[in-house]
Each structure stands twice: as C-alpha cells, then as structure tokens.
Antibody, heavy 120, light 107 residues
Framework: QVQLVQSGAEVKKPGASVKVSCKASGYTFTGYYMHWVRQAPGQGLEWMGWINPNSGGTNYAQKFQGRVTMTRDTSISTAYMELSRLRSDDTAVYYC?????????????WGQGTLVTVSS | AIRITQSPSSLSASTGDRVTITCRASQGISSYLAWYQQKPGKAPKLLIY???TLQSGVPSRFSGSGSGTDFTLTISCLQSEDFATYYCQQYYSYPLTFGPGTKVDIK
C-alpha cells in the first residue's frame, strides 16, 4: 500500500533552517511528483512547490523562492524539503503529497505531516 | 495566482442532512478542481477531482459538479464520519491554490 512517512516534529529558532524528509513506499518513487504543502495552526493549506524525483527538477511557489530547497534521494525513495531563514510565521505542519505525472489526478496520497515550530 | 473562495465558511448539520458547499475561482479553471476532506490532526484526503470524478474508495454520497469558475460539493446524506473541514483546490495553474475551507460540524 502507498505510504508517505515524514520525519518527526522540529523546534527551531528564528533564522535557522529546517529539513523535513518524506519516505515513500508502495509505489514507484520516480513515477510521481512530490508536492509540499503547509498549514499554519488553525489555518488553511498553502502550496510550497514540487520536485520531480525522476529528474530532480523543481517548481517552487514564488513566495518561497530563495528560501526553499526540495531534493530527493532515489536510492532510498525519500524526498526532502529544506526551508531556511525561518520566521515565527513559518510555524506550521508541513505535508508531502504525491501526484502522478500523467494521470491528471491531483495530489492523492499525503504524508502524516511534520510540525515545525519556530520560536526563540 | 488564482484566488479561490468557498462558502459557507462553516455550517451545522445533522446526520442524514444533505449538505452543499460552493467554491468559486477568480478566473476560469475548466474542470481542474479537487475537493479534499480534513479531520483534526490528520492529512487532507482527496475526495473528488476533475470537478466531478470520485476518487477510488470514496463513498458515493459525495458528488461534485461545475466547471469554469463555479463548483459545488454535495454530501447527499451526511454521516457521522463526514464531520470535518472541506477544502477545494484548483490545479489549473501554478501556484496551486486552495479555498479557505468549510467546517461542517454537528448541529
């Protein structure tokens, strides 16, 4: 069965960086985009970007350009999202979610989420 | 970026009720509209995509309609497990954008 398992909660100070991992299983990792979406406490969903695990190509939301880096390690079917220069308003649950390259189905399977708390 | 609005922002309903949530895009998005359900502390779950296609495993009491700028999610007979927050999302163009959500709670 398809599973996306994310790394555990993080507490960071303002100005620091955080790197969240998302390990995929149950499907061909290189056959699907991996999106990252975040949700601030009590708020809605915000798309951050995707990585193509096959090529390593990325597409970032303009809001996060220059601060976000999405990478992958195909040998262990894991995607990573690193956010730098953290601010208090980056406190959120960060989700990974896969999307098929060609089926026309939007992100269907999601990770369980990783809470990142930014606090001095 | 395409802006998405939803209405209502919340509603109270009883088990067995018919519930309708609407979603409007700031520009035409054809049928590139998805609906997600989210329960507290859980990841979103895809219910419907392409405006009206039911995701595998989703009960048939859920249905979607619309195209262009106006869309609707209908739950025909609300069940206890349906109390949650519902988000619509456009995937017509990047950045992907979500509506602000509609919370469905128990009357």
């Amino acid at each position: 069965q398809v599973q996306l398992v994310q790394s555990g909660a993080e507490v960071k100070k303002p100005g620091a960086s955080v790197k969240v991992s998302c390990k995929a299983s149950g499907y061909t990792f290189t056959g699907y985009y991996m999106h990252w979406v975040r949700q601030a406490p009590g708020q809605g969903l915000e798309w951050m970007g995707w990585i193509n695990p096959n090529s390593g190509g990325t597409n970032y939301a303009q809001k996060f350009q220059g601060r976000v880096t999405m990478t992958r390690d195909t040998s262990i079917s894991t995607a990573y999202m690193e956010l730098s220069r953290l601010r208090s308003d980056d406190t959120a649950v960060y989700y990974c979610a896969r999307e098929s390259y060609s089926s026309g189905v939007p992100p269907d399977y999601w990770g369980q989420g990783t809470l990142v708390t930014v606090s001095s | 970026a395409i802006r998405i609005t939803q209405s209502p922002s919340s509603l109270s309903a009883s088990t067995g009720d018919r519930v309708t949530i609407t979603c409007r895009a700031s520009q035409g998005i054809s049928s590139y509209l998805a609906w997600y359900q989210q329960k507290p502390g859980k990841a979103p779950k895809l219910l419907i995509y392409a405006a009206s296609t039911l995701q595998s495993g989703v009960p048939s009491r859920f249905s979607g309609s619309g195209s262009g700028t106006d869309f609707t999610l209908t739950i025909s007979c609300l069940q206890s497990e349906d109390f949650a927050t519902y988000y619509c999302q456009q995937y017509y163009s990047y950045p992907l954008t979500f509506g602000p959500g509609t919370k469905v709670d128990i009357k």
